[in-house]
């Protein structure tokens, strides 16, 4: 009886010690897994890949100075600034006598009085197609004599009127004679003897930012140009007989025009 006593015990001892390693060793519950955290809401999105492109053109464009005409045109106002000037108004509200602008080229020219910078009227100018087309104030066989010693500068005002104007929409070209007080066309007797036969751009043909327009005129907005022939010309000549004002290949709307004057050395 005591032997089997005992050997119940034995048996009751390892079963408990069976379901102790049993509790042990069953895993603990482990949380559910899910992908709501990931997704809930809205997806979002991926920005599209960015590749280089060329650069847009802008619309609006603001041009400063090449460094060697503004230093030029500094220069020579600054020395025209300590001389007695006077002005001979080419143009204001009419022409000067023996001026005129019938040497232009491809361009409508309306004499208006709707809108102007100073006195009563404008010229209203408009290029007639693409290219390259001439506003052209010439003096005549009529006008007066004007030499290149006598003349310090030119100063006119232009504006685009209805429209943004930008600063190289307009070229500027001052010409001049060796041989006639006045233009006559086909005269060459200006030359540059380092260029041999080729003697185009004797006048240099420069645009508004190179004479200190920085920024493009809003539309009814007038600038004041002023030309400097000291900081302009590229050889010495006798008389000067014009100034043009071409527009840009590609700008073909009307602009205006007002008070163009000879800036004199007074006497």
């Not at 907005?221 to 527009?247: F, H, R, S």
Request: hydrophobic share 40%; charged share 20%.
């Amino acid at each position: 009886m005591r032997s089997f006593v005992v050997l119940m015990l034995v048996f009751l001892v390892a079963l408990g010690g069976c379901g102790s390693s049993a509790s042990t060793t069953d895993p603990s519950p482990r949380p559910t897994a899910t992908i709501a955290p990931l997704f809930t809401g809205q997806v979002p999105t991926i920005p599209p890949a960015l590749f280089p492109t060329a650069a847009p053109r802008p619309t609006r464009v603001v041009t400063d100075s090449p460094r060697e005409m503004a230093t030029r045109q500094a220069e020579a106002r600054r020395d025209a600034s300590s001389q007695f000037l006077t002005e001979f108004a080419i143009f204001d509200d009419q022409f000067a006598p023996g001026w005129g602008v019938s040497e232009s080229w491809n361009m409508q020219i309306q004499l208006q009085n709707q809108f102007a910078a100073s006195g009563r009227a404008a010229l209203q100018v408009t290029p007639l197609q693409y290219g390259f087309r001439g506003l052209f104030f010439a003096n005549g066989p009529q006008g007066g004599t004007y030499p290149r010693a006598e003349v310090l500068g030119m100063r006119f005002y232009v504006s685009g009127g209805a429209n943004v104007l930008e600063p190289d929409s307009l070229i500027v070209r001052v010409t001049g004679s060796n041989r006639y007080p006045y233009h006559v066309q086909g005269d060459t007797s200006v030359r540059l003897p380092e260029r041999g036969a080729d003697q185009t751009l004797v006048f240099p043909e420069l645009g508004l930012s190179q004479f200190g327009l920085r920024r493009a005129l809003e539309p009814g907005e007038w600038a004041e140009i002023e030309v400097w022939l000291d900081g302009y010309d590229q050889v010495d000549y006798t008389y000067v007989t014009g100034l043009v004002l071409m527009n840009d290949a590609s700008y073909v709307k009307t602009f205006y025009v007002d008070r163009v004057v000879l800036l004199l050395r007074r006497s």
